[in-house]
């Protein structure tokens, strides 16, 4: 990959996605609504930094045509930007709508700027969109993040159902804990999921190594945390088992508190 653009990349796995592709010598822009953090990790890396907002369409489409001009194509789009909220069914509408704004339509918007350009192109284009072991399971604690993460995870396996053929890899990215600001600020306001997520925490620099490992194939989920399969497995064979014991633990989560 020697093109590479990485949203969410000021801090966290995309900071360390950035670095990783820079070190293996791809040219990489990098994104953040951060402009600060988005510039000094550019400026690290010999990057090019272009801040913006990944739920705007407006400030995706003015991503890639800048990365698209200064790269001269991208062969690499990393869609990595996300939030996490704390929260339930009352959680206001306002953190519902922008949660799934970043978490969803921001994907949405590098397709609809970035297919027309790619499809059927001649060459295969990498799409990698960071999804989050939520997505396969659920988070207890984030209703917003769980519903958001699930509904990236079918939107990146549409996209592969419906344009493999035609030149387009989709690959969907769903660590577990990280050693993140994400993961800190969701253990600051007492999650009990944040906290059991942390005692298995890998690095963000371990994530992007696993990445660009899964990089040289072509597998649809990329699980940093090898047991998130077998949890994957269990959910979708024994549904009732799984939900009790995901309801166990929530109970458990109260009774400590």
């Known amino acids: 990959m ?40 550019a400026d690290e890396i010999g990057g090019l930094a272009v801040p913006g907002d990944a739920a705007s369409e407006d400030d995706v489409r003015a991503l890639i045509d800048a990365a698209w001009t200064d790269l001269g194509g991208i062969d ?36 609809r700027a970035l297919l027309p350009r790619w499809l059927d192109s ?12 939520a997505g396969l399971l659920t988070l207890l604690g984030s209703a917003t993040y769980s519903v958001t993460k699930h509904a990236a995870l079918a939107y990146a396996e549409w996209l592969r159902a419906t344009y493999a053929h035609r030149g387009l890899i989709v690959q969907a990215l769903c660590p577990q804990g990280v050693r993140t600001d994400m993961l800190t ?20 620099e371990a994530v992007a190594d696993q990445v660009a490992e899964a990089l040289a194939g072509s597998g649809f989920l990329i699980l940093p945390h090898a047991e998130v399969a077998d949890y994957y497995r269990l959910r979708a064979s024994d549904p009732d088992r799984w939900l009790g014991g995901m309801n166990k633990l929530q109970r458990g989560f109260e009774d400590a508190k």
């Open 122 to 133: 001649g060459e295969p284009k990498r799409l990698l969109i960071t999804v989050s072991a």
């Open 76 to 111: 690499l789009f990393c869609s990595n930007a996300g939030v996490l909220s704390s929260g339930d069914e009352t959680t206001p509408d306002a953190q519902w709508q922008r949660d799934f704004g970043v978490n969803v339509m921001s994907h949405v918007y590098v397709s």
């Open 185 to 204: 600020r969701g253990n600051e306001g007492g999650s009990g999921s944040a906290a059991l997520l942390a005692e298995g925490a890998l690095a963000p």
């Open 2 to 41: 020697k093109r590479v653009v990485v949203t969410g990349a000021g801090g966290g796995i995309g900071a360390a996605l950035a670095r990783r592709f820079a070190a293996d010598g791809a040219r990489v822009v990098v994104n953040d609504l951060n402009a600060d953090a988005a510039r000094s990790v």
